[in-house]
């Protein structure tokens, strides 16, 4: 569905990733990891137009993206949950919803997008008029999920959804992730809980100074001594 | 102490330049709070509109009617300023030096154009008078008021209600996130700015009907605007046009009990007091 060719992207001089190219099927979920600074929050915001390819192509269903105006993206039903979750905090929670379901396609069917959403999330239900930057940060993330899903996506980008969040809460976050995956939409995970995005991802790619470094199915990668010590060790110690 | 009658016509006074500082800031105060722009020459723009509007009202044509005229000329004009600004990335700061320049050039073109001598529009508005009680007052007070209140009821739905306005405060708040949702942030910036500038035609309007025009008056709200879009809240709609009242009827009630030059220091109490006691609000 999702086809990403030799991409390059860079700020100024700086080149922050470099010949990148990964492919998501329909309905898989993939996931990308990598160390800080690697560029995984610099390709999914790309992706998701909020940064200009300098080269390469963006294919999706084979018609490339990469040179449409950033408010254009979302129109292929491209909808992010950005690192940092970035919520319009001084807009209410029903506000910042009803934002992501602006696109032509989504705003017809925004209704019952605002049902589904507040199913999945029930305590955003009873929210709907607090202010977003007065919730919680378990609650923020559930609201920019929420905000990607009611652009009804095809393609779901998530960016570091389990920062900052306490463990509870990250195991929740990803049954529900799991949930959303198995509702049948496509999705592109960065993660630094590597053991944690392995454990849901369909296929893996790792990524390192900028490059696709390895890849392979979940399984596969975990065997790998060089990723074992680089990763799965590691994260596990720092949690 | 001064009689009630005193009081009475000092409390509608300052309701209506009240309303005049509310509608003046209103455009002010949303293109600084929504577009970052902090448009010095949103006054230069709003005394030229008043020339404009005296121009074509002496060669015969209702005042009103200029407003047809005036805005679509203003809009194009305030849209092509954003543009510009942000064609070159240029910050807010730097914006108030830009405008404060193009404040100076308005300026000048005007005292080119009408010289420098003072200029009053006759239009039989001025001669309507409504008797209330003891007061009497004037058409194009009330006029200013109805379209101070009206404008500022309007945008404030709009940016509340309508998926224009969410549009427009998701973009304020963060432009590139927005547009990831699909919101065209800069047409959007485009459009505010041009009605920012377009009210600023509506404010020349009413001052064309209210006071004698000489180019200097340019500056002699700058101050007390400012104050007003401040204590109204960065890019609020009501804010400008409740804080104009409040600063207005103290003004007038300073003017009655004490003398006329204490008035300005009311404004600016006012403003001090909110920046030590809220700074958060600004």
């Known amino acids: ?239 | 102490m001064p009689s009630l009658a005193l009081l009475a016509q000092s409390l509608a006074s300052g309701i209506f330049i009240g309303a005049l500082y509310g509608l003046l800031g209103l455009g002010l105060s949303l293109a600084w709070g929504l577009l970052g722009q902090i448009n010095l020459a949103h006054f230069a723009l709003a005394l030229l509109g008043a020339y404009l509007t005296y121009q074509l009202g002496t060669a015969g044509l209702d005042p009103l009617a200029t407003l047809a005229i005036v805005l679509p000329a203003f809009f194009v004009f305030g849209a092509a300023l954003h543009w510009l600004f942000a064609r070159f990335a240029v910050s807010a700061f730097n914006s108030l030096l830009v405008t404060f320049g193009l404040t100076v050039i308005i300026e000048a073109a005007i005292q080119w154009i009408w010289s420098a001598d003072f200029r009053r529009l006759e239009s039989h508005y001025a001669d309507i008078r409504y008797r209330v009680g003891t007061l009497y007052i004037p058409l194009p007070e009330l006029l200013t008021l109805a379209l101070a209140v009206a404008l500022s009821l309007a945008l404030w739905a709009a940016l509340r209600y309508t998926d224009f306005g969410k549009a427009l405060r998701a973009s304020a708040e963060d432009a590139s996130m927005a547009q990831a949702f699909g919101v065209n942030a800069k047409a959007l910036a485009l459009l505010l700015s041009g009605i920012s500038a377009a009210l600023a035609g509506v404010a020349g309007l009413c001052i064309a009907l209210s006071y004698t025009l000489a180019p200097s008056q340019i500056y002699a709200w700058v101050g007390v605007v400012f104050a007003v879009v401040m204590l109204g809240g960065l890019g609020s709609a009501l804010g400008p046009l409740i804080a104009g009242i409040v600063i207005g009827v103290s003004e007038a009630l300073t003017m009655a009990f004490t003398a006329p030059s204490w008035a300005p220091l009311v404004s600016f109490s006012l403003l001090i007091a909110l920046l030590l006691l809220r700074p958060e609000k600004i």
């Open chain 1, 1 to 239: 569905m999702l086809e990403v060719d030799r991409v390059r992207v860079s700020y100024g001089a700086a080149a922050a990733i470099v010949d990148v190219s990964l492919t998501i099927g329909d309905r898989e979920l993939v996931c990308v990891v990598g160390p800080n600074g690697a560029g995984k929050t610099t390709l999914i915001n790309a992706l998701a137009g909020l940064h200009r390819i300098d080269s390469g192509a963006l294919r999706l269903d084979g018609r490339d993206v990469s040179r449409l105006a950033p408010h254009r993206y979302c129109d292929h039903g491209i909808a992010i949950v950005p690192e940092g979750r970035r919520l319009f905090t001084g807009m209410t929670v029903r506000e910042n919803l009803e934002l992501g379901a602006y696109r032509r396609a989504a705003r017809a069917k925004r209704a019952r997008s605002l049902e589904r959403v507040c199913a999945l999330f029930p305590v955003l239900a009873e929210r709907l008029e607090a202010r977003a930057g007065a919730l919680s940060g378990g609650q923020q993330q559930m609201v920019a999920i929420g905000r990607a899903l009611m652009a009804e996506p095809r393609l779901l980008l998530l960016d570091e959804p389990s920062l900052g969040l306490a463990p509870l809460i990250v195991t929740a976050l990803f049954e529900t992730i799991r949930t959303i995956a198995a509702s049948g939409v496509t999705m592109l995970l960065v993660e630094q809980n590597v053991a944690l995005a392995l454990e849901v991802a369909s296929r893996a790619y790792v990524l390192e100074e900028g490059r696709i470094a390895a890849q392979g199915a979940p399984a596969e990668l975990r065997r790998r001594p060089e990723i074992r010590r680089a990763y799965l060790g590691l994260t596990e110690e720092a949690r």
